[in-house]
Protein backbone atom coordinates (compact mmCIF):
# COMPACT_ATOMS: atom_id res chain seq x y z
CA UNK A 1 0.00 0.00 0.00
CA UNK A 2 2.66 2.52 0.88
CA UNK A 3 5.06 1.62 -2.59
CA UNK A 4 1.74 2.22 -4.34
CA UNK A 5 0.75 5.56 -2.64
CA UNK A 6 4.71 7.04 -3.05
CA UNK A 7 4.61 5.92 -6.94
CA UNK A 8 1.71 8.28 -7.03
CA UNK A 9 3.05 11.31 -5.08
CA UNK A 10 6.54 10.74 -7.35
CA UNK A 11 4.55 10.91 -10.27
CA UNK A 12 2.59 14.25 -9.40
CA UNK A 13 5.94 15.52 -7.90
CA UNK A 14 7.46 15.57 -11.72
CA UNK A 15 4.31 16.11 -13.22
CA UNK A 16 4.22 19.76 -11.25
CA UNK A 17 7.79 19.92 -10.50
CA UNK A 18 7.62 21.54 -6.85
CA UNK A 19 4.91 21.59 -4.19
CA UNK A 20 4.68 24.57 -1.31
CA UNK A 21 3.35 25.40 1.46
CA UNK A 22 2.96 27.80 3.62
CA UNK A 23 5.09 26.52 6.79
CA UNK A 24 3.14 28.36 9.13
CA UNK A 25 2.47 24.87 11.07
CA UNK A 26 4.75 22.14 12.73
CA UNK A 27 2.14 19.55 11.25
CA UNK A 28 3.98 20.03 7.65
CA UNK A 29 3.24 16.88 6.79
CA UNK A 30 -0.31 17.28 6.99
CA UNK A 31 -0.37 20.38 5.41
CA UNK A 32 0.99 18.18 2.65
CA UNK A 33 -1.50 15.78 2.54
CA UNK A 34 -4.66 18.43 2.57
CA UNK A 35 -2.79 20.04 -0.42
CA UNK A 36 -2.88 16.53 -2.19
CA UNK A 37 -6.40 16.41 -1.77
CA UNK A 38 -7.49 19.05 -2.85
CA UNK A 39 -5.61 19.94 -6.13
CA UNK A 40 -7.40 19.06 -9.19
CA UNK A 41 -4.95 17.41 -11.41
CA UNK A 42 -4.24 15.07 -8.32
CA UNK A 43 -7.06 12.48 -7.72
CA UNK A 44 -5.98 9.02 -7.17
CA UNK A 45 -6.75 9.82 -2.89
CA UNK A 46 -9.76 10.46 -0.86
CA UNK A 47 -10.54 12.10 2.48
CA UNK A 48 -9.56 10.13 5.60
CA UNK A 49 -6.12 9.29 3.12
CA UNK A 50 -4.28 11.49 5.17
CA UNK A 51 -2.06 8.96 7.40
CA UNK A 52 -1.28 7.30 4.15
CA UNK A 53 -0.16 10.25 2.39
CA UNK A 54 1.93 11.26 5.27
CA UNK A 55 3.34 7.84 5.56
CA UNK A 56 4.37 7.83 2.05
CA UNK A 57 6.00 11.18 2.02
CA UNK A 58 8.51 10.16 5.10
CA UNK A 59 9.33 7.09 3.34
CA UNK A 60 9.92 8.99 0.37
CA UNK A 61 12.45 11.30 2.09
CA UNK A 62 14.36 8.86 3.60
CA UNK A 63 15.18 6.87 0.71
CA UNK A 64 16.88 9.89 -0.89
CA UNK A 65 13.21 10.12 -3.78
CA UNK A 66 12.49 13.40 -2.38
CA UNK A 67 14.15 16.34 -0.15
CA UNK A 68 11.78 18.59 2.10
CA UNK A 69 13.15 22.00 2.66
CA UNK A 70 12.37 25.20 3.72
CA UNK A 71 11.92 28.25 1.57
CA UNK A 72 11.83 31.51 3.38
CA UNK A 73 8.25 31.70 4.75
CA UNK A 74 7.34 27.72 2.69
CA UNK A 75 8.16 24.51 2.85
CA UNK A 76 9.09 23.16 -0.62
CA UNK A 77 8.94 19.38 -1.64
CA UNK A 78 10.86 18.14 -5.27
CA UNK A 79 12.07 15.41 -6.53
CA UNK A 80 15.81 14.13 -6.31
CA UNK A 81 17.83 13.10 -9.44
CA UNK A 82 17.16 9.67 -7.55
CA UNK A 83 13.37 10.56 -7.42
CA UNK A 84 13.09 10.97 -11.20
CA UNK A 85 15.36 7.71 -12.05
CA UNK A 86 12.32 6.24 -9.98
CA UNK A 87 9.42 7.32 -11.46
CA UNK A 88 11.07 6.63 -14.83
CA UNK A 89 10.83 3.18 -13.90
CA UNK A 90 7.49 3.39 -12.58
CA UNK A 91 6.60 4.67 -16.12
CA UNK A 92 8.12 2.16 -18.03
CA UNK A 93 6.63 -0.59 -15.44
CA UNK A 94 3.06 1.14 -16.43
CA UNK A 95 3.84 1.76 -20.10
CA UNK A 96 0.88 0.04 -22.29
CA UNK A 97 -0.46 -0.12 -25.28
CA UNK A 98 -3.95 0.66 -25.71
CA UNK A 99 -6.26 -0.91 -28.31
CA UNK A 100 -8.53 0.42 -30.36
CA UNK A 101 -12.56 0.40 -30.53
CA UNK A 102 -11.56 0.03 -34.54
CA UNK A 103 -8.36 -0.80 -35.97
CA UNK A 104 -7.43 0.83 -38.82
CA UNK A 105 -5.74 -1.71 -40.26
CA UNK A 106 -2.11 -0.80 -40.25
CA UNK A 107 0.71 -2.82 -39.10
CA UNK A 108 3.68 -1.28 -36.56
CA UNK A 109 7.01 -2.89 -37.38
CA UNK A 110 9.95 -2.06 -35.04
CA UNK A 111 13.15 -2.59 -36.06
CA UNK A 112 16.34 -2.31 -33.93
CA UNK A 113 19.86 -2.34 -34.42
CA UNK A 114 21.82 -2.08 -30.95
CA UNK A 115 25.08 -3.39 -31.00
CA UNK A 116 26.87 -6.12 -29.05
CA UNK A 117 28.38 -3.58 -26.54
CA UNK A 118 24.98 -2.72 -25.15
CA UNK A 119 23.98 -6.49 -25.00
CA UNK A 120 22.11 -5.60 -21.94
CA UNK A 121 20.07 -2.51 -22.92
CA UNK A 122 19.51 -4.89 -26.04
CA UNK A 123 17.86 -7.39 -24.48
CA UNK A 124 15.65 -5.03 -21.90
CA UNK A 125 14.35 -3.28 -25.20
CA UNK A 126 13.43 -6.43 -26.53
CA UNK A 127 12.12 -7.88 -23.11
CA UNK A 128 10.21 -4.89 -22.88
CA UNK A 129 8.56 -5.04 -26.62
CA UNK A 130 8.02 -8.71 -25.70
CA UNK A 131 5.33 -7.51 -22.79
CA UNK A 132 3.77 -4.84 -24.65
CA UNK A 133 2.47 -7.33 -27.08
CA UNK A 134 5.11 -7.05 -29.58
CA UNK A 135 5.27 -10.35 -31.54
CA UNK A 136 8.77 -10.97 -33.06
CA UNK A 137 9.64 -11.71 -37.16
CA UNK A 138 12.82 -11.91 -36.65
CA UNK A 139 15.38 -10.93 -33.45
CA UNK A 140 15.46 -7.42 -34.07
CA UNK A 141 12.50 -7.27 -36.09
CA UNK A 142 9.07 -7.04 -33.93
CA UNK A 143 5.20 -6.45 -34.88
CA UNK A 144 2.14 -4.97 -33.34
CA UNK A 145 -1.21 -3.42 -35.05
CA UNK A 146 -2.11 -0.92 -32.77
CA UNK A 147 -0.26 2.62 -32.29
CA UNK A 148 2.29 3.00 -30.44
CA UNK A 149 4.84 5.68 -31.16
CA UNK A 150 4.77 7.27 -27.54
CA UNK A 151 6.00 4.18 -26.40
CA UNK A 152 8.68 3.50 -28.46
CA UNK A 153 9.55 7.09 -28.10
CA UNK A 154 9.86 6.56 -24.12
CA UNK A 155 11.06 3.36 -24.10
CA UNK A 156 14.24 5.27 -26.98
CA UNK A 157 14.44 7.91 -24.05
CA UNK A 158 14.73 5.30 -21.59
CA UNK A 159 17.03 3.31 -22.96
CA UNK A 160 18.96 5.84 -23.95
CA UNK A 161 18.49 5.15 -27.90
CA UNK A 162 17.92 7.16 -31.16
CA UNK A 163 15.82 6.92 -34.41
CA UNK A 164 18.71 5.41 -36.11
CA UNK A 165 19.14 2.76 -33.59
CA UNK A 166 15.37 2.15 -33.62
CA UNK A 167 12.81 2.71 -36.45
CA UNK A 168 8.74 2.12 -36.78
CA UNK A 169 7.59 1.37 -40.04
CA UNK A 170 4.06 1.63 -40.97
CA UNK A 171 3.36 -1.44 -43.02
CA UNK A 172 -0.42 -2.76 -44.40
CA UNK A 173 -0.07 -5.90 -45.26
CA UNK A 174 2.57 -8.98 -43.79
CA UNK A 175 2.79 -11.21 -46.74
CA UNK A 176 3.12 -14.93 -44.16
CA UNK A 177 -0.14 -14.48 -42.89
CA UNK A 178 0.79 -17.82 -40.68
CA UNK A 179 3.33 -15.71 -38.62
CA UNK A 180 0.72 -12.93 -38.22
CA UNK A 181 -2.15 -15.35 -36.69
CA UNK A 182 0.43 -16.94 -34.57
CA UNK A 183 -0.22 -13.28 -32.56
CA UNK A 184 -3.14 -14.89 -30.88
CA UNK A 185 -4.39 -12.64 -27.98
CA UNK A 186 -3.68 -9.57 -30.38
CA UNK A 187 -5.10 -11.32 -33.27
CA UNK A 188 -8.52 -12.46 -31.37
CA UNK A 189 -8.64 -8.19 -30.86
CA UNK A 190 -8.08 -7.25 -34.79
CA UNK A 191 -10.95 -10.16 -35.79
CA UNK A 192 -12.86 -8.19 -33.57
CA UNK A 193 -12.06 -4.84 -34.59
CA UNK A 194 -12.72 -6.22 -38.10
CA UNK A 195 -16.43 -7.52 -37.63
CA UNK A 196 -17.14 -3.99 -35.98
CA UNK A 197 -15.48 -2.12 -38.92
CA UNK A 198 -17.29 -3.79 -41.46
CA UNK A 199 -20.72 -3.51 -39.48
CA UNK A 200 -20.04 0.16 -39.84
CA UNK A 201 -20.06 0.57 -35.92
Not at 5 to 30: C, D, E, M, N
Not at 162 to 183: F, G, M, P, S, T
Given at each position: ?????????????????????????????????????????FKYFEEGDEEKIKDAFSYLKRNGLIKIERDEHDIVVIATEKGKRRAEKYKLDDLEITAPKIWDGLWRVVIFDIPDGQRIRRNAFRRKLKELGFYSLQKSVWLHPFECDEEINFLRQFFGL???????????????????????????????????NQRGL
Open positions: MRAETSKKILRFLILVGVISIAATSPYFLYNLAKFLLKDKKDKNQVEILLVKNIENDIIVKKIKSVYKILNKCQRK
